[in-house]
């Protein structure tokens, strides 16, 4: 099943999609298959894998930490797309490759759409990728049949969103904030307006993340988005057992649990 046809599955269901994120290889390579399992067999209708990066400029200090520990065991493209392999043996939760501009392309733009569709993953994200430089990463991601999203901030234009409208084949991606990411007690005082003034602009899906952290804030959310996207609070849970990982899957179980209960309308 794509992206599209799980967010529509989604809202037959009643419920708003949950999209969830790691990062690829954090805290290290077998947990991290363990951490894809725990939030398939938990409620996460979409799972983002990040590409660990050393210059990373739209993450706050959780995941740059994890994308710390992950470079530190060494953690590629070629790592993650293995994880992705071992995943689909047993899993079928769709999978977003996620990360930044610079390492797809030194690894080629056609060869990672194509292996990424060979690894069983359905589509991509890249971070830094403005759509107006976009052509040849969509066009390679046509070509292998992956679905690419664009980022749309609060500070994007209604030119830049009515171009992301027209390129996409996907769902789009709204970031929350003017900031990095990052679990927020509180979600910006204007965001209901801007998903608002996007909706009225575009036909696609959209989903929201950075700074959703707890079911409050999916209650706030699930009837005027498609989706909602909760990272940081997941790495959060990994972050505080690095000591004793053996309670990471607990952790993350109990927080998925939660946070699932809250998508239902």
Same mark, same amino acid.
């Given at each position: 099943?794509?992206?599209?046809? $799980? /967010?529509? *599955? &989604?809202? @037959? ?5 949950? %999209? =969830?994120?790691? #990062? !690829?290889? +954090? ?34 200090? $959780? /995941?740059? *930490? &994890?994308? @710390? ?5 060494? %953690? =590629?493209?070629? #790592? !993650?797309? +293995? ?34 569709? $060979? ?147």
């Amino acid at each position: 099943m794509n992206l599209l046809q $799980t /967010i529509k *599955k &989604a809202k @037959e269901e009643q419920r708003t999609c949950f %999209v =969830t994120y790691t #990062t !690829a290889g +954090d805290p290290d390579i077998n947990t991290s298959l363990k951490i894809l399992e725990t939030l398939s067999k938990n409620g996460s209708d979409i799972i983002e894998l990040g590409i660990p990066f050393s210059d990373p400029i739209s993450d706050g200090p $959780t /995941i740059q *930490k &994890a994308s @710390e520990r992950a470079l530190a065991n060494n %953690v =590629t493209i070629s #790592t !993650a797309l +293995d994880l992705i392999k071992k995943f689909r043996k047993k899993y079928a939760t769709p999978i977003i490759l996620f990360g930044y501009y610079n390492p797809f392309l030194r690894y080629g733009l056609d060869k990672i759409m194509k292996d990424i569709r $060979t690894s069983g993953a359905e589509g991509i994200l890249i971070v830094d990728l403005p759509p107006e430089e976009s052509y040849e990463a969509q066009r390679a991601a046509n070509k292998a049949g992956i679905e690419l999203i664009y980022l749309i901030a609060p500070t994007s234009t209604e030119k830049r969103i009515k171009v992301i409208s027209e390129l996409s084949n996907s769902f789009i991606y709204v970031v929350s904030v003017t900031g990095v990411t990052g679990a927020r007690k509180m979600l910006d005082k204007n965001l209901k307006s801007f998903i608002k003034n996007i909706k009225e602009r575009t036909k696609k899906p959209i989903c929201v993340g950075f700074g959703i952290s707890q079911p409050s804030h999916v209650n706030e959310l699930k009837n005027i988005t498609d989706g909602i996207v909760i990272g940081s609070a997941i790495i959060k849970q990994i972050e505080r057992n690095l000591k004793k990982k053996s309670s990471i899957i607990k952790e993350i179980t109990n927080f998925m649990v939660k946070i699932k209960k809250s998508t239902f309308f």
